[in-house]
T-cell receptor, first 115, second 116 residues
Framework: AQKITQTQPGMFVQEKEAVTLDCTYD???????LFWYKQPSSGEMIFLIY??????QNATEGRYSLNFQKARKSANLVISASQLGDSAMYFC????????????FGAGTRLAVHP | DAGVIQSPRHEVTEMGQEVTLRCKPI?????LFWYRQTMMRGLELLIY????????DSGMPEDRFSAKMPNASFSTLKIQPSEPRDSAVYFC??????????????FGPGTRLTVL
């Protein structure tokens, strides 16, 4: 069965530095997608970035990029030039097996950006 | 563009009362999802609809939970009777249907439910 593992319950980073949030996945599907969401303290879930399994290049979206290593089944989120507003929970997710509807989420990583 | 809209944002009720949560998906999205988030279990999918039809309700915890989607722009999640263990944040999400791994789900702001 599909599984998402986020091994870092919490991370700290200094403002303006880069930080990498880890995500490993386990899937039997040949075609799959990986998503990262941000959940600030206000509670909403904000879509950040997507990586497709057949995408040859790592996805980038502004200060967010994905370090996608298919052979290692990892899709780490890299945030460059951290800002105080980046302090939040970050969730990695993928689809449940056999379809593109049911998302399964990791446990999340809480990121704290220090001034 | 308007995102997914949920109401109310906060709900406090007493055990045994009926609770109705509401959701308006993004216009043009064919799929609508209801999730629940708790500290113990994280984010769980409760039910999802395709073109207003419930497709998979295997995540609905008990018969006390029911969901409807009478039209493409409105869905409800009802809990009757509510219990303290139902306290959680309930999210609605929607996505377009292309049947591909790129079908991103966009979440509403959530409803924080507290059952006393």
């Amino acid at each position: 069965a599909q599984k998402i593992t986020q091994t870092q319950p919490g991370m700290f980073v200094q403002e303006k530095e880069a930080v990498t949030l880890d995500c490993t996945y386990d899937t039997s599907d040949q075609s799959y997608g990986l998503f990262w969401y941000k959940q600030p303290s206000s509670g909403e879930m904000i879509f950040l970035i997507y990586q497709g399994s057949y995408d040859e290049q790592n996805a980038t979206e502004g200060r967010y990029s994905l370090n996608f290593q298919k052979a290692r089944k990892s899709a780490n989120l890299v945030i460059s030039a951290s800002q105080l507003g980046d302090s939040a929970m970050y969730f990695c997710a993928t689809f449940h097996s056999g379809g593109y509807n049911k998302l399964i989420f990791g446990a999340g990583t809480r990121l704290a950006v220090h001034p | 563009d308007a995102g997914v809209i949920q109401s109310p944002r906060h709900e406090v009720t007493e055990m045994g009362q009926e609770v109705t949560l509401r959701c308006k998906p993004i216009s043009g999205h064919d799929y609508l999802f209801w999730y629940r988030q708790t500290m113990m279990r994280g984010l769980e999918l409760l039910i999802y609809f395709n073109n207003n039809v419930p497709i998979d309700d295997s995540g609905m915890p008990e018969d006390r939970f029911s969901a409807k989607m009478p039209n493409a722009s409105f869905s409800t999640l009802k809990i009757q009777p509510s219990e303290p263990r139902d306290s959680a944040v309930y999210f609605c999400a929607s996505s377009p249907h292309r049947g591909r791994a790129t079908d991103t789900q966009y979440f509403g702001p959530g409803t924080r439910l507290t059952v006393l």
